[in-house]
């Protein structure tokens, strides 16, 4: 599939039935819903996708939510798609003060890797353990 704007977006299609397009969240990519596609595909045409710049998409500067809203939900403007799945596990999370302004600055900085982990540490309250595992992991 690709973007209004160009970028080659991902999409892994499997099943039968009435369309089901699955848009995983941050830090994640279609591999999320493995486990999910596996039971909906006897009823439901899943359409997996890596949003930009996840998995094998490609990516584009600069970012932008539609962006993300043109690819993971193309189809279903165009009427095709009757139901979304949208996946972020972060409901409920609190964000402590100032954490997200050093998320920005790292990455105004053009720094990903100290934005992701500011991340992973400040809100998540994950272990260097638990980050280096996922370093470690083909995520």
Do not use: K
Request: hydrophobic share 40%; glycine share 10%; no cysteine.
């Amino acid at each position: 599939m690709t973007a209004t704007d160009g970028t080659p977006l991902a999409v892994w299609v499997e099943g039968s039935g009435p369309p089901l397009v699955l848009v995983h969240g941050s830090i994640a990519d279609h591999t999320t819903f493995d486990p999910f596609v596996a039971v909906l595909r006897e009823e439901w045409t899943t359409n997996s996708m890596d949003r930009r710049g996840f998995g094998a998409s490609g990516d584009a500067d600069p970012w932008s939510l539609d962006q993300d809203f043109d690819g993971g939900a193309a189809r279903a403007r165009a009427g095709s798609v009757v139901h979304l799945g949208l996946y972020e596990s972060s409901l409920g999370l609190t964000y402590p003060a100032g954490s997200i302004e050093r998320v920005e600055a790292a990455l105004a900085a053009g720094d990903e890797e100290t934005a992701i982990v500011t991340a992973l540490v400040d809100i998540l309250d994950m272990a260097d353990e638990e980050i280096d595992a996922l370093r470690a992991s083909p995520r």
